[in-house]
């Protein structure tokens, strides 16, 4: 059974860049396949992995609404979608993508939608881990777009508006007891004088401290020239202190 991680938080706060690190930290630390779900319509967990991104979840929705009644003889509707969701995973060694896109254009997916749940829970059965980088802010778990939560991570930076979002996420998932097993948060590039202050307002709401991750420059030019976080050098601070909350995370 795998080990969902759901990575949240305000808008700009490094949530994919946080989830892209787990991801590269679980490739490098487990026996993998790792699953990295890219849950927010503005797509960009594969781009800063480096992973092309092939067809969306949200492109097979609209695909299946247009071709639903005109399918050749012979093909049944949800033969048609089981090829589809084979061709929106993105396979590479040891981890693989699915990119959500777009979802919920007009008209009824009911059905589709049940086979989509059907398929998220054969991933469970799949991967030892999942990794998911949510859209900003609570409208995911209002949907409950992400089920059964292992860790629901918080990512907040020095900004008051993300610790705002950080306890409005914790009033909404205070209603979803069996839902979310263990939350924590993890601060990300905020200057060591305010860590603790910020810590501390994070702490009061319940949260579980992950640790916080330095603003790393290293990292910020990997993905301003487009090159993948894999490649980021091992001895990178960011990657040196994801080593550290990952261990502390993979113990619980
Ligand atoms: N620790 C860090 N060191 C250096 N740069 C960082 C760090 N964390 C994030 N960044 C940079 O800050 C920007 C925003 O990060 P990111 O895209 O991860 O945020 P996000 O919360 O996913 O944003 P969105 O809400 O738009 O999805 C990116 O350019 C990213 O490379
Ligand atoms: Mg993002």
């Not at 992973?51 to 609209?62: A, F, M, Q, Y």
Request: glycine residues 8%; contains cysteine; aromatic residues 4%.
């Amino acid at each position: 059974m795998a080990k969902l991680i759901a990575v949240t938080g305000k808008g700009g706060t490094g949530k994919t860049t946080v989830a892209a690190l787990m991801v590269r930290h679980l490739r490098a630390h487990t026996a993998g396949p790792v699953l990295a779900l890219d849950a927010d319509p503005d797509a960009n967990l594969g781009t800063v992995l480096g992973i092309p991104i092939g067809k969306t979840i949200g492109d097979l929705r609209e695909e299946t609404a247009e071709q639903i009644n005109n399918l050749p003889a012979g093909l049944s509707k949800a033969h048609y979608i089981q090829a589809g969701l084979h061709e929106i995973i993105v396979e590479l060694p040891k981890v693989d993508l699915i990119t959500m896109g777009r979802s919920e254009g007009p008209g009824c997916y009911c059905y589709l939608n049940s086979l989509l749940r059907r398929f998220g829970e054969d991933l469970h059965d799949t991967y030892p881990w999942i990794v998911v980088d949510n859209e900003a802010g609570l409208e995911h778990l209002s949907r409950r777009t992400t089920s059964r939560i292992d860790h629901l991570i918080v990512v907040v930076n020095g900004s008051m508006l993300a610790v705002d979002c950080a306890r409005r996420i914790t009033e909404l998932v205070a209603d979803m007891k069996n839902e979310v097993k263990q939350k924590h948060f993890l601060i990300n590039g905020v200057r060591d004088d305010r860590v603790a202050a910020i810590r501390q307002k994070l702490e009061a709401l319940g949260l579980n401290y992950l640790g916080d991750l330095p603003r790393d420059e290293a990292l910020e030019n990997q993905v301003f020239e487009g090159r993948s976080l894999f490649d980021l050098d091992d001895g990178s601070p960011a990657v040196l202190k994801m080593n550290e909350i990952m261990k502390k995370l993979m113990e619980d």
